[in-house]
């Protein structure tokens, strides 16, 4: 399927937790395929959307190469929780005993490529004179363990800057067959996060997305996702660019 209604070549897509995917080199984390096909390994149909929403808007997408167990894109250089050990329930064999020299090594092969490559795709944005967008997308599991149902839809996660956030809540709580959560079932304030760091902190308007994963386990489900999302991204973008103050002559 083409671009619908012209490319934005001013929106980038990221997919922090893409893959489930562990490197020969770390010789495995000790979980089984169950475990490495639930929600702590990656973010179950993210990446099927994020492929499916570039491609029908025309939009640059960054994605993550490893499991979020291997090292966490989405967490700050110096976060305890950047190579989890324990995980709704889960012990990481293969992290219990994680020296400081291998999580500095995982930093250097996965961690910082992933957000160089982010940089690079904004910064080709603003060196064309473009106003770049950053849209994060994420799903989560309806469920976690001994805690309760998570009602919500979609979440939209964000911290200080709502110029993205708010022309896209309008737009899906339009929708009536949607429960939309403002800032659910997470917050967006996270300092050192992957919004923070190329969003907050370089001023560039953001949103995190968040799809329940129940609701894009299957290729034909991720593609309704895109499809569905894809116009209200659109609509809430050109909104975003009408506010934006005149060019100066």
Same mark, same amino acid.
């Given at each position: ?6 490319? &934005? +070549? ?14 020969? =080199? &770390? ?16 973010? &179950? ?42 995980? @709704? ?14 999580? $500095?090594? !995982? ?11 982010? @940089?690079?795709?904004? @910064? !080709? ?36 800057? @709502? ?23 997470? +917050? ?15 001023? &560039?308007?953001?949103?995190?997305? =968040? ?8 290729? =034909? ?5 895109? =499809? ?7 609509? $809430? ?13």
């Amino acid at each position: 399927m083409s671009a619908d209604a012209g490319a &934005i +070549t001013d929106l980038v897509l990221v997919c922090d937790h893409a893959r489930n995917r562990v490197p020969a =080199e &770390i010789g495995g984390l000790g979980l089984g395929a169950e475990d490495m096909g639930r929600h702590i390994a990656y973010d &179950i149909g993210a990446r099927g959307v994020t492929l499916g929403l570039a491609e029908r808007l025309g939009a640059a997408a960054v994605l993550s190469t490893v499991s979020r167990l291997v090292i966490d894109p989405n967490r700050g250089e110096d976060d305890p929780t950047l190579v989890m050990r324990l995980y @709704d329930g889960s012990v990481i064999p293969g992290n219990r005993r994680v020296t400081a020299e291998e999580v $500095a090594r !995982r930093i250097a092969a996965y961690h910082r490529p992933y957000h160089a490559a982010i @940089d690079a795709e904004l @910064d !080709r944005v603003l060196a064309a004179g473009g106003v770049p967008a950053l849209v994060s997308i994420h799903s989560f599991t309806p469920q976690l363990r001994n805690r309760p149902w998570r009602p919500w839809h979609i979440g939209l996660l964000w911290d200080r800057d @709502d110029r993205l956030l708010r022309p896209l809540a309008r737009r899906l709580a339009a929708e009536p067959d949607l429960v939309v959560g403002e800032n659910e079932p997470y +917050t967006g304030r996270l300092a050192g996060d992957c919004m923070w760091r190329h969003g907050t902190n370089r001023g &560039i308007a953001h949103v995190l997305v =968040e799809i329940r994963n129940d609701l894009i386990a299957t290729p =034909e489900t991720e593609a309704a996702w895109a =499809e569905r999302l894809a116009p209200a991204l659109r609509d $809430a973008l050109a909104a975003f660019r009408r506010g934006l103050p005149a060019p100066r002559g």
